[in-house]
T-cell receptor
């Protein structure tokens, strides 16, 4: 079964501190993993995806197939990073995304 | 580029009436469009996958006759909530995947439509 687990509903850090949002997945095959972000009153937007191996807004995520994880990390959190973060997986082109329940990140000044 | 719009942004209707929500890809053609439902402070729940020119594929537990999906063109999909009831009140979000030769195309999301059924 396809499943994405984000164990933390809420995560609060101080500005300048490192942040890690956890994501574990279950999928029989080779999935593509994504992180989506939803800022307050804005639409869901792609933050980064495993296949492109980019670093967006200082965030990175490494796919660990052994641990079936795709944790999102940033070394120095900024207040503007406060948002809802959703981890998601997809099996192949145009296949549906399976979302985790999301983690609300709050970066305090 | 890759903008998806939804109309209306919010709608209030009486119980028993039908409501149509449009999803448009503004600057690209979409092979596939997806419809999600999001309850307050919860994740997105996929309702159905819509491919242009064919019947939508509904997720388990989603009533086909209740949530009618029409994907008339490569830039437009509509979701009609028929005989709406208060429990249908929710935030409905669509997304679209561009036509491309690449694998694992990104989904671009619309801003959502807030439906309130009185």
């Amino acid at each position: 079964a396809q499943r994405v687990t984000q164990p933390e509903k809420l995560l609060s850090v101080f500005k300048g501190a490192p942040v890690e949002l956890k994501c574990n997945y279950s999928y029989s095959g080779s999935p593509e993993l994504f992180w989506y972000v939803q800022y307050s009153r804005q639409r869901l937007q792609l933050l980064l995806r495993h296949i492109s191996r980019e670093s967006i807004k200082g965030f990175t995520a490494d796919l660990n197939k052994g641990e079936t994880s795709f944790h999102l990390k940033k070394p120095f959190a900024q207040e503007e990073d406060s948002a809802m973060y959703y981890c998601a997986l997809s099996g192949r082109k145009s296949e549906k995304l399976v979302f985790g329940k999301g983690t609300k990140l709050t970066v305090n000044p | 580029g890759a903008v998806v719009s939804q109309h209306p942004s919010r709608v209030i209707c009486k119980s028993g009436t039908s409501v149509k929500i449009e999803c448009r890809s503004l600057d690209f053609q979409a092979t596939t469009m997806f419809w999600y439902r999001q309850f307050p402070k919860q994740s997105l729940m996929l309702m159905a996958t819509s491919n242009e020119g064919s019947k939508a594929t509904y997720e388990q537990g989603v009533e086909k006759d209740k949530f009618l999906i029409n994907h008339a063109s490569l830039t437009l999909s509509t979701l009609t909530v028929t005989s709406a009831h208060p429990e249908d009140s929710s935030f409905y979000i669509c997304s679209a995947t561009p036509l491309s030769g690449g694998a694992w195309e990104t989904q671009y999301f619309g801003p959502g439509t807030r439906l309130l059924v009185l």
